[in-house]
């Protein structure tokens, strides 16, 4: 799951805007985050290498230290301790922590098959991405409309004013998450627009994802301040 973890993320900066919006952002896909990080030190390699061989059912994806279930129990004390010392509050690392272990649980539905630590332990997850992405990627959809029906809604309660336009540019960014996972469910670009095989000679489908998650959360950065009190 990728827009569906920011969804959380807005929820919990209303609720609790001594957070900040891109911290609750930033650990709302902290898994993802060291997953990145991990990947370009050789631990967890994501392939196809080529972005337009890619698909999300037969992406391989190795994430043992990022996602597997151990490695996060040690991850999930990390973001607690940063959200406690960056806003010396114990509520905002109990709601980072919230964050994290949601991630945990909505992958569990929607996204790769993960493990207690190893692929040879005791699977975590219905790994939907494999096995049925369009199921997977309806399953984000659903939640992420309840989640921004309720963001909204209690918007209104709080009267909290944002024009139309600026309402459809946050929504305008979990539709486009949505887009792009169905774009690369189960056929590639390279089959969808009959592209030729070449070598770009480097990896270009991580660099892709990344930039995927950096413009979401710099859209969602810059819409979600831009409102007036009723």
Do not use: C
Not at 8 to 31: D, I, M, W
Not at 78 to 84: N, P, R, T
Not at 93 to 122: K, P, W
Request: charged share 10%; net charge neutral; hydrophobic share 55%.
């Amino acid at each position: 799951m990728i827009a569906g973890h920011y969804a959380t993320a807005l929820v919990a900066h209303q609720k609790f805007p001594k957070g900040t919006l891109l911290f609750f952002l930033v650990a709302s896909q902290f898994q993802d985050l060291f997953w990145f990080v991990f990947h370009y030190l050789g631990l967890e390699t994501t392939t196809p290498s080529d972005v337009f061989d890619a698909t999300i059912d037969t992406m391989s994806v190795s994430m043992m230290y990022s996602h597997h279930l151990l490695p996060q129990l040690f991850w999930a004390v990390v973001i607690f301790l940063i959200g406690k010392w960056l806003f010396k509050s114990t509520t905002i690392g109990l709601v980072a922590l919230a964050l994290f272990v949601g991630h945990i649980v909505l992958d569990f539905y929607s996204g790769h098959a993960h493990n207690v630590f190893g692929e040879d332990t005791q699977g975590v997850g219905l790994g939907l991405y494999a096995t049925n992405a369009y199921l997977a990627i309806l399953i984000e959809a659903v939640f992420i409309v309840v989640a921004l029906a309720y963001y909204f809604r209690e918007e209104v309660k709080a009267g909290i004013i944002r024009t139309g336009k600026n309402r459809a540019v946050i929504i305008g960014v979990f539709v486009y998450g949505i887009g792009f996972m169905l774009s690369v469910a189960t056929v590639s670009f390279r089959d969808l627009l009959g592209l030729p095989e070449f070598d770009l000679g480097f990896n270009t489908t991580m660099p892709t994802i990344i930039f995927t998650y950096v413009a979401m959360t710099a859209v969602l950065y810059w819409a979600i301040p831009r409102t007036a009190k009723a």
